[in-house]
């Protein structure tokens, strides 16, 4: 016990004595290029120069409220090369947050949304940000909510008193923050417009601090007065704009020229080089880092000249060391809620509390995104104060969604499989929520009706009920890539679907649900059983109507449609299916009319696929699809075939009909390698096996029979070249089919989606 009073003498000495010399440390804005501010405060520590005062704008203000709240710079590097860190930037949610059955919407052809607010008429309404803030704004309340309130709210009582800029441009001036909470200031001073949206704080809608003052000199030595000023400045006044350049015309529009100098004789400026890297380099936080630590390491001996005093480490640590353990944890208690009406509040509290009277950070992380994945809730911003009781009141201001989507979009194809689709969703938020969806595509191959109504927390249980109507047509004839003459002339199919689905969805996991189904189906094929057939010919023709109940258990995240690189699909579908067939006879068949066959059986199907990253540039997959059925004959090959499952792990097959890959039950499997140039390009060679069981042949005298054991199998091997932009997919296949009876290659060139309304 001595020893310790001591040591703490000692230590209130070493304090004491550099009571009489401060130093203050600016940081200026930059975007990812102020992430040198972490090297620079890093370099300085090492070399216990101390930091008295922070001040910084945007990056900066991240950078400065990070150390004013007892982050290491270790700890602050550790944040900002995290993968959860370049998530914060990029407006990603964690995978282990993306709420699949919620977030799984139809799965459409869609290329571009527009948003219609409907209380005053028919808005459009347009994007104000494109990096959607929700993990960022969530981050802030756990990162910043704890100092905040150890601190009682007074940005001079944290571990180095504080200071962020933020603009207020309806009023054209900067705001200057002191106090309140920290999350929300940092959060403030950092929404550069167009990329973030915008807060409100204390009734102003606030934006990026660099628009009025990105390198806050005059704010420290106002506020703070210190002995000494470092600086580092990772920003200058943005170069002359471009006819080409959008994002330096918007730099040039909203930020005003800055006053970089610093006051000669008792300053020194830090110049990072990192003006090679753009605004949003978050990717390259470590070498930005290590720039500006080495240009620290190469200004210290001036550094050193000008600043004679120097911080006891010891002390440094312990003083860190007390103010964290003012750190109360996140209990949330109350939460108060804006932005939305009664009703709309109660849906939120019924997911927050779930039954109990407080809960953790962790129990509101998931319900947050939970609600996020939703059609109704576009943002929420919350905050965090901490009562006397130790509890914190949650207050979450909420923005609802555009209750009016409309969605265009289509395929382009080198086939002719072009379509166009448009898509309208309403959704309304109530005590449970309502959804409701159309959409219509429309080409010579495939045209589709699709009508959907939705309701989700209905009664107690997290519990979606919805039904679907879908009405589509496939012509294999019109929409097939053989030329039409006579040694090419495309097989003549047509089928036609009317189907009413009814379903009962439960989560099982974040990614994962199970669904119960009733389908009431009506199928109709028009056919003929060979190309030798004039126009003035009939077809013959097969309908089939009925129910089929069916389970699905489906867990999926995958990241793209048509051309996933990362995640995993696994779905298992039990399903009964119970109907009547009606058989019409064309020209060519010597088949009776059929008016009545009952037909019921049993399918299983299993389809998995999984992604491995094997380097960071190079990825492989794996496909399997199972299908076992008991599926009886129809009244001819065509009908039986047609009415079967089909194995299509490639989009060119799709829209191409062969006998060769149709049966009742079947095994295929897959293999995947992908070189992924960037985030945009990536090459893919797919190579896939297929093989039949109980394969339904045709004789020669017209009968069908099964074989009763495994086909010898067939190959598909496809290449890839895919470019994917955000809102769609611009893909050339190069499809080998060594099976195929007239043609083994087939190239496909398809900008957009190729999607079909499945139920």
């Not at 199998?713 to 009876?741: D, E, G, K, Q, R």
Request: with cysteine; charged share 20%.
């Amino acid at each position: 016990m001595k020893n310790e009073i001591i040591i703490l003498i000692l230590l209130l000495l070493c304090y004491c004595s550099s009571l009489s010399q401060k130093v203050g440390l600016v940081l200026s804005g930059g975007g990812a290029k102020g992430l040198a501010h972490i090297g620079v405060i890093k370099a300085l520590e090492e070399h216990r120069i101390p930091i008295d005062y922070v001040v910084g704008t945007s990056m900066g203000a991240i950078i400065g409220g990070l150390y004013a709240s007892g982050y290491t710079p270790d700890e602050m590097i550790k944040i900002v090369t995290s993968e959860e860190f370049l998530m914060w930037a990029e407006g990603k949610i964690p995978k282990e947050y993306d709420y699949f059955y919620i977030k799984e919407k139809e799965k459409d052809a869609s290329w571009i949304d527009l948003k219609f607010s409907i209380d005053s008429g028919l808005v459009p309404y347009l994007p104000t940000n494109i990096i959607p803030p929700y993990s960022m704004d969530l981050a802030f309340l756990e990162i910043f909510a704890q100092p905040s309130a150890a601190a009682s709210y007074n940005f001079d009582s944290l571990f180095v008193p504080f200071r962020c800029v933020a603009s207020d441009i309806y009023n054209n001036e900067p705001v200057i923050f002191s106090k309140g909470d920290l999350g929300s200031a940092i959060r403030a001073s950092m929404t550069f417009p167009f990329y973030f949206k915008p807060i409100t704080v204390d009734g102003k809608l606030l934006f990026d601090g660099g628009v009025y003052n990105n390198f806050p000199v005059d704010i420290m030595i106002k506020d703070f007065n210190p002995n000494y000023l470092i600086g580092s400045k990772v920003a200058g006044n943005t170069a002359p704009p471009t006819e080409d350049n959008v994002l330096l015309q918007l730099e040039n529009m909203i930020t005003a020229k800055t006053n970089y100098e610093m006051p000669d004789s008792i300053s020194i400026l830090i110049e990072p080089q990192v003006y090679n890297y753009s605004l949003m380099d978050f990717s390259k936080a470590e070498e930005i880092i290590k720039i500006g630590y080495q240009e620290t390491l190469n200004n210290m001996k001036k550094i050193k000249q000008l600043i004679p005093v120097r911080e006891d480490t010891v002390f440094l640590n312990y003083r860190r060391k007390q103010f964290k353990k003012k750190f109360t944890p996140l209990i949330f208690k109350n939460v108060y809620i804006t932005g939305l009406n009664y009703n709309q509040v109660r849906y939120l509290l019924k997911e927050l509390y779930n039954g109990k009277d407080s809960f953790n950070y962790e129990s509101f992380k998931r319900e947050y995104y939970k609600i996020l994945s939703g059609n109704y809730v576009s943002s929420i911003f919350p905050r965090a104060k901490l009562l006397e009781n130790k509890y914190y009141s949650l207050f979450l201001n909420v923005s609802k969604e555009k209750p009016l989507k409309l969605s265009l979009g289509g395929l382009i194809s080198s086939d002719n499989q072009n379509e166009g689709f448009v898509a309208l969703e309403y959704n309304l938020l109530r005590k449970i929520g309502y959804s409701f969806y159309s959409n219509m595509y429309y080409g010579k191959f495939y045209s589709s009706l699709y009508l959907r109504a939705r309701f989700e927390n209905v009664f107690i249980l997290p519990l979606i009920f919805q039904s679907a109507l879908a009405l589509s047509r496939y012509d294999f004839y019109k929409g097939s890539n053989f030329l039409f003459y006579n040694d090419y002339r495309p097989i003549y199919i047509i089928t036609s679907e009317r189907i009413l689905n009814s379903q009962v969805l439960f989560p099982l996991t974040v990614s994962s649900k199970i669904s119960f189904n009733l389908n009431f189906f009506d199928k109709e094929y028009n056919y003929f059983q060979n190309t030798n057939f004039n126009h003035s010919d009939t077809s013959d023709y097969t309908q089939f109507h009925g129910f089929s109940p069916f389970i699905i258990i489906e867990k999926n995240s995958l990241n793209d449609i048509n051309f996933p690189v990362s995640g995993s699909n696994f779905t298992f579908k039990l399903a009964y299916l119970n109907g009547k067939e009606k058989f019409k006879a064309g020209s060519y068949s010597n088949k009776i009319e059929v008016k009545g066959s009952f037909k019921q059986w049993f399918m299983v199907n299993v389809e998995y696929c999984k992604y491995y990253n094997i380097t960071k540039k190079v990825i492989s997959g794996i496909y399997q699809n199972v299908v076992i059925s008991n599926q009886p004959f129809f009244s001819n090959y065509y009908s039986t075939l047609l009415v079967s499952s089909s194995f299509t792990p490639v989009l060119h097959l799709n829209a191409f009909y062969t006998d060769k890959l149709r049966n009742p039950s079947f095994i295929g499997l897959g293999l995947k390698f992908i070189y992924r140039y960037n985030k945009y390009f990536n090459v893919r060679v797919e190579n896939y096996l297929f093989s039949k069981f109980n394969e339904i042949v045709r004789t020669p005298l017209g009968i069908d029979e099964k074989t009763y054991k495994f086909s010898s199998p067939l190959t598909i091997h496809t290449l890839y070249l895919v470019y994917s932009l955000s809102a769609f997919n611009i893909s050339m296949s190069f499809n080998y089919y060594p099976w195929h009876n007239r043609k083994t290659v087939f190239t496909q060139l398809n900008i957009g989606y190729m999607v079909f309304n499945k139920l």
